[in-house]
């Protein structure tokens, strides 16, 4: 495993994560204990989880595991606040951190962007929260640049802790961080925890037909990932990567984690797993790589 300083922060994370979305929604709470166990074994440090997962249930099965495990200092330990923002920030802070069953949040995020709150309100406690020790970096997930470009100049006017990290979805399907996004935080040192590097499950290809999804998949269970892999471009990527992968007699999954793992600009990517054996098969992608040659014929795609 290699480790990344995070963006403009003393947080080395490493360059895979763990996304603790399934834990107490997928998958229980003892397997996720497992899977926690072997991911620090295994050398993931970023465990990255948030208050809407599976109703607070995950920062729960995480602060459980903490607890019991006797590792939170061995943990860089991120989770994510859902709109409405603004003063409500401190509260949902504190109620994480007691889901967590700890003193403080390595990087606290935004979930979304909360166009109905004043952002100036939002940054402020925000703030609050790092003055006051019980946050030590924050971030923000699921913003365009424009909106992260605002926070910045935000924060920077008002002598507001400013964001350290960006948490986007990007995968061979979804690449649209690549026109600003990532341009921007190489320019102010920002940092980047990629999620969803198999699309939800779409990139494994399972899913044959748009709005078809096998029961007991992700988009079984979450149909509103539809909205976002459905169209024609995203599944002619989707079997472009079938194509490949016949032809290289890799697996369609080996792939596209390969694929993100070696993409620049990108500090960390979160996995989901479901099994010790989800953390050895993106382990396995990432020592594998990709051939220029083979990076330049998904990146075709």
Not at 28 to 52: C, H, K, Q, W
Not at 159 to 172: G, I
Request: net charge negative.
């Amino acid at each position: 495993m290699d480790y990344r300083q995070l963006g403009h922060t003393e947080l080395n994370v490493s360059s895979i994560g763990l996304g603790c979305v399934t834990f107490d929604r997928e998958i229980a709470p003892e397997l996720s204990f497992t899977i926690m166990d072997y991911a620090v074994e295994r050398g993931i440090n970023l465990f990255d989880t948030a208050e809407a997962y599976a109703a607070g249930r995950s920062e729960t099965t995480v602060g459980t595991w903490l607890k019991q495990a006797g590792r939170r200092d061995q943990i860089i330990l991120a989770t994510k606040a859902t709109p409405p923002l603004g003063d409500r920030l401190i509260e949902a802070a504190e109620a994480s951190l007691q889901r967590l069953q700890t003193d403080y949040i390595d990087l606290y995020q935004l979930h979304a962007w909360d166009p109905n709150t004043s952002l100036e309100e939002t940054l402020s406690a925000l703030d609050a929260l790092v003055r006051s020790g019980k946050v030590r970096y924050v971030g923000c997930s699921n913003f365009l640049a424009w909106q992260l470009c605002k926070a910045l100049w935000l924060a920077d006017v008002s002598d507001w802790a400013p964001m350290k990290s960006v948490q986007p979805n990007y995968n061979l399907a979804v690449r649209d961080i690549e026109r600003e996004l990532l341009r921007l935080c190489a320019e102010e040192e920002i940092g980047v925890i990629t999620y969803s590097p198999l699309g939800a499950g779409f990139l494994t290809g399972k899913y044959h037909e748009a709005g078809v999804a096998p029961s007991g998949t992700r988009f079984d269970i979450l149909p509103a990932h539809w909205n976002i892999y459905r169209g024609s471009e995203a599944m002619r990527r989707m079997e472009g990567l079938r194509s490949v992968a016949a032809e290289t007699g890799r697996s369609m999954v080996n792939l596209a984690l390969s694929w993100v793992f070696g993409q620049p600009g990108i500090t960390s990517t979160l996995i989901g797993a479901r099994s010790t054996a989800h953390i050895d098969q993106a382990l396995e992608a990432k020592e594998m790589g990709l051939e220029p040659e083979l990076r330049q014929a998904l990146n075709d795609l």
